[in-house]
T-cell receptor
């Protein structure tokens, strides 16, 4: 592994189903982030983690949850998917514990909720 | 509220120069980033400005004026591979990145 990986690459999901998007980084970065990107809108922060064991809410956290059990992994869970959660999801990481630092992005997960 | 404005789309000719503007209103300022995003791919880091002035990096330069809440990305000697979206993002008082919607740059031969 080099950098950040995300799985799955894409997924079609029935409304009401539970889904976990996986994100793993091997750069030993402290901070990790989940964004969603929708056409015509900027990237919007869903949840973040400044260091292992801590998480925080971003701009659009409703309907999503995260955990940060270790440095490398930061899964995003949709407890009961709804069509408005159809989007491209990007995981990112940065080296410091939440101060200004360059964020590096994973390849994204394209999620369609029907 | 917090707001980042940049043009939706721009067109330029191969070999030419293009300037992509970004204006921002945020609660606090801890730096401004430019990212490049090719269609269907992840954003990749281009530049970071925290002090006023011009930062040059090869064919790309980025300028910042904090008093005006303004930045631009200058791309010289345009190549077809520069066709992409360019994202402006500001780090606010909580060190969260606030993102613009991006500028789609179309390069014509």
């Amino acid at each position: 592994i080099a950098g950040i990986t995300q799985a799955p690459t894409s997924q079609i999901l029935a409304a009401g189903r539970r889904m976990t998007l996986r994100c793993t980084q091997d750069m030993r970065h402290n901070a990790m982030y989940w964004y969603r990107q929708d056409l015509g809108l900027g990237l919007r922060l869903i949840h973040y983690s400044n260091t292992a064991g801590t998480t925080g809410k971003g701009e659009v956290p409703d309907g999503y949850s995260v955990s940060r059990a270790n440095t490398d992994d930061f899964p995003l869970t949709l407890a009961s998917a709804v069509p408005s959660q159809t989007s491209v999801y990007f995981c990112a990481s940065s080296g410091t514990d939440g101060t200004t630092d360059t964020q590096y992005f994973g390849p994204g997960t394209r999620l369609t909720v029907l | 509220g917090q707001n980042i404005d940049q043009p939706t789309e721009m067109t330029a000719t191969e070999g030419a120069i293009v300037q992509i503007n970004c204006t921002y209103q945020t609660s606090g300022f801890n730096g401004l980033f430019w990212y490049q995003q090719h269609a269907g791919e992840a954003p990749t880091f281009l530049s970071y400005n925290v002090l006023d002035g011009l930062e040059e990096k090869g064919r790309f330069s980025s300028f910042l004026s904090r008093s005006k809440g303004y930045s631009y990305l200058l791309l010289k000697e345009l190549q077809m591979k520069d066709s992409a979206s360019y994202l402006c993002a500001v780090s606010d008082s909580n060190y969260q990145l606030i993102w613009g919607a991006g500028t789609k740059l179309i390069i014509k031969p």
